[in-house]
């Protein structure tokens, strides 16, 4: 089982920008895709994006302009940056390791992630 802690959130005025973390521990952290779900109030879970184990990147198709998600093998954490957020993409947002080792595809469904942080509050201020 994969541990997983976020940092980072809080309040952040539209058109800042701010840095998420995720330190992970428990397996080997370079052989898994890592990704990053959000959950607004009254919503479903959503992907935001998602970092395989070959640097490859992928991103919900509405964020992928101003959202980054990137990795530092050294250091097993994996980050997402936000620049310049809306006050919609206020959310909680969970870091998750995917089961999947050394997968290649460009399929995230949530199902595949099977670790999941506590989430960190983000609001985005008008």
């Known amino acids: 089982q994969v541990q997983l802690v976020e940092s980072g959130g809080g309040l952040v005025q539209a058109g800042g920008s701010l840095r998420l973390s995720c330190a992970a521990s428990?397996?080997?952290?370079?052989?898994?895709?890592m990704g990053w779900f959000r959950q607004a109030p009254g919503k479903e879970r959503e992907f935001v994006a998602a970092?395989?184990?070959?640097?490859?990147?992928y991103y919900a198709d509405s964020l992928k302009d101003r959202f980054t998600i990137s990795r530092d093998n050294a250091k097993n954490t994996v980050y997402l940056q936000m620049l310049s957020p809306k006050p919609e993409d206020t959310a909680v947002y969970y870091c998750?390791?995917?089961?999947?080792?050394?997968?290649?595809?460009?399929?995230?469904?949530?199902?595949?992630?099977?670790?999941w942080g506590q989430g960190t509050q983000v609001t985005v201020s008008s």
């Open positions: 998750a390791a995917d089961s999947r080792p050394y997968y290649s595809g460009s399929n995230f469904p949530r199902a595949d992630f099977t670790s």
């Open positions: 970092i395989t184990w070959s640097i490859r990147t």
């Open positions: 428990g397996r080997p952290f370079s052989s898994y895709a």
